[in-house]
């Protein structure tokens, strides 16, 4: 049997292709018939250069509907589609192509100079360029390629994408994600979030996450209908796209931002039928704030990049403020205890999952296999959680050291590592405390080589040359020492506590 996603999307497309699959804001549509042929020329095009299935394609592009169609193309020339983060710089992106080895990458312009140096390096052959209008010389070098190509045939095991998430100790591992993992994940979350036929979704999430990519575009493919695709997240833009759409998802932070805008109100959402929020905790208070304002209740639900979507609150029934939801239909979630052992309603133990949207394994990493799975198979979220009598599951934490900052992951460690290498820094702890727009905001605190006067402009401006903006700390503090436990650990709590409110935005 062919388990190529795109397949699957494929039987899916409305009979009418010539109906759409994006629409822009500039009045531009991009039909089913549309994505079907620039996907094809693509993945012939990519074909052409010699790649064969099971090769990766490393892309880091803003978004745009081609960047959308590059990834259709990669599914159908069965090759492993390798997204990154636009803001990556130099070191992180050299990491990610010496790691996963692409037989191609296409770059956004403003990184060529230091990728195709990384290429270079590399042997990496195959170099393009696709901007944020979608132009460049990627599509100039595939205009010639035909617009028929045949779906190559995948097994169910067969890679369609590898996520770089970054770990606890500061070194990213590469998620393998099969096509199954996708497939079995996009036919839950359509059929449990009720997707029909009258259904626009509004897209404003970042394509290269598996929220923005994943659960949303796959929930529109599946379902054969269109969204309205924006380059980012718009407050207003959102605003007034919400009246002619249905369906909506986000971060907590595009929630709190939509809070901010005095015309949110029931009329401006008196068409959308769901709001689904994920990737980092909801308040209760902003859930509470919404449904004042608008009537709607938020969809709350739980996933990782590893596994894709895991509990989701009902489409019907209740959506519990400050709770994940229920499991999915076909994972497996349990709560243990340090020893292994399920816990009981109402106690807080380790998130462990099992399913056929659970990860295949870390890409050339067989010691993190071992490390991330239990004996009966099940992965390892690091997220500490508790379920209640009734089966919603409430996040209650992490085990793992992890910062969720407007919905991107930041791990200290790696933030720690930049701020050690840096000439007067002796030694650092990176921590996350509570801020109004982002949820959580990154915050450095650092012990200066006696004698230094490195400041805390002079440290944000060096972090900003080697990390992605989002890992940047928002404030760094300086001290004569870190607070250590008897066991020499430096006790992150306490800092924690301490720079909690000086660090709201
Ligand atoms: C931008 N900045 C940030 C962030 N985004 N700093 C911290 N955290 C961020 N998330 C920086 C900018 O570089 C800039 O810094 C300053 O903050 C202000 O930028 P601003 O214009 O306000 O930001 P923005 O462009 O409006 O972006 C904010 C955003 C964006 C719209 C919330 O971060 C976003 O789209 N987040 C969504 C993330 C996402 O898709 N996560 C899903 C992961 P400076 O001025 O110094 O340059 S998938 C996942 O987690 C799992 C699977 C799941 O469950 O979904
Ligand atoms: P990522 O590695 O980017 O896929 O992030 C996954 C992590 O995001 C999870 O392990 C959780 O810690 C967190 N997360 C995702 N959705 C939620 C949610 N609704 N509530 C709390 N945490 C969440």
């Known amino acids: 049997m062919n388990a190529n996603l795109y397949s699957t999307f494929e039987q899916r497309f409305p009979a009418d292709r010539g109906r759409p699959l994006l629409l822009l804001g500039s009045g531009r549509e991009v039909s089913y018939a549309e994505a079907d042929a620039t996907s094809a020329r693509y993945a012939a095009f990519l074909a052409g250069l010699g790649l064969v299935p099971g090769d990766r394609v490393a892309v880091q592009v803003e978004k745009s509907p081609e960047a959308l169609l590059l990834y259709l193309a990669c599914l159908r020339a069965g090759l492993v589609y390798l997204p990154l983060n636009t803001a990556y710089q130099q070191a992180e992106v050299g990491y990610f192509l010496e ?4 037989g191609a990458v296409i770059s956004q312009p403003r990184s060529l100079g230091t990728t195709q140096a990384i290429c270079a390096q590399q042997g990496i052959r ?9 132009q460049g010389g990627f599509l100039d070098a595939a205009r010639a390629s035909p617009e028929r190509f045949t779906t190559v045939e995948r097994a169910e095991s067969d890679l369609a994408a590898i996520l770089y998430t970054s770990g606890t100790t500061g070194r990213s591992k590469g998620a393998m994600i099969t096509h199954r993992n996708l497939a079995s994940n996009a036919e839950v979350l359509h059929r449990e979030w009720g ?14 996450h598996v929220h923005g990519l994943f659960v949303a575009c796959h929930c529109v493919l599946m379902n054969g209908t269109a969204m309205r695709f924006h380059a980012k997240f718009d407050a207003g833009a959102a605003l007034a796209d ?6 909506f998802m986000g971060v907590p932070t595009f929630y709190t931002r939509l809070l901010a805008e005095p015309g949110l109100d029931r009329a401006a959402c008196s ?35 590893e596994t894709g979507m895991l509990t989701s609150n009902p489409l019907h029934g209740e959506r519990r403020a400050g709770t994940v939801g229920r499991p999915l239909p076909g994972t497996d979630v349990r709560v243990v205890d340090d020893a292994g052992e399920t816990c009981k309603p109402g106690a807080i133990g380790h998130v462990q999952v099992r399913g056929p949207n659970v990860l295949s394994g870390y890409w050339r990493l067989p010691e993190k296999n071992k490390e991330e799975f239990t004996a009966d198979g099940y992965f390892k979220t690091g997220d500490m959680g508790s379920f209640s009598t009734d089966g919603y599951l409430t996040i209650a934490g992490r085990s793992k050291d ?15 590592l930049a701020l050690d290498e840096l000439p007067g820094v002796r030694e650092s702890a990176v921590v996350g405390v ?22 805390e402009a002079d440290v944000i ?17 300086f001290v004569e020492e870190l607070p250590r436990n008897t066991m020499g650990k430096v006790q992150k709590n306490v800092l924690r506590d301490r720079y909690s409110g000086g660090g709201r935005g």
């Open 271 to 305: 068409r959308m039928r769901l709001f689904v929020s994920g990737s980092a905790p909801l308040l209760a208070e902003t859930h509470e704030a919404f449904e004042q304002r608008t009537g709607q209740r938020i969809l709350e639900r739980y996933g990782m990049t």
């Open 461 to 477: 401006a060096a972090l900003k040359a080697r990390l992605a903006n989002f890992k940047v700390p928002k404030r760094v503090h």
């Open 434 to 455: 509570p801020h109004a727009d982002f949820g959580e905001a990154v915050t450095a605190v650092v012990v200066r080589v006696p004698g230094d006067t490195t400041s």
């Open 126 to 134: 195959n170099l393009f360029v696709l901007d944020e209008h979608g």
């Open 242 to 247: 919400l009246r002619r759409s249905t369906v």
């Open 402 to 416: 992890l910062i969720i900052s407007g919905g991107f992951n930041v791990y200290p460690k790696e933030i720690e």
């Open 195 to 208: 997707f029909g036929p009258e259904d626009v979704l509004v897209h404003m999430l970042p394509l290269f």
């Open 99 to 102: 790691n996963a080895q692409p």
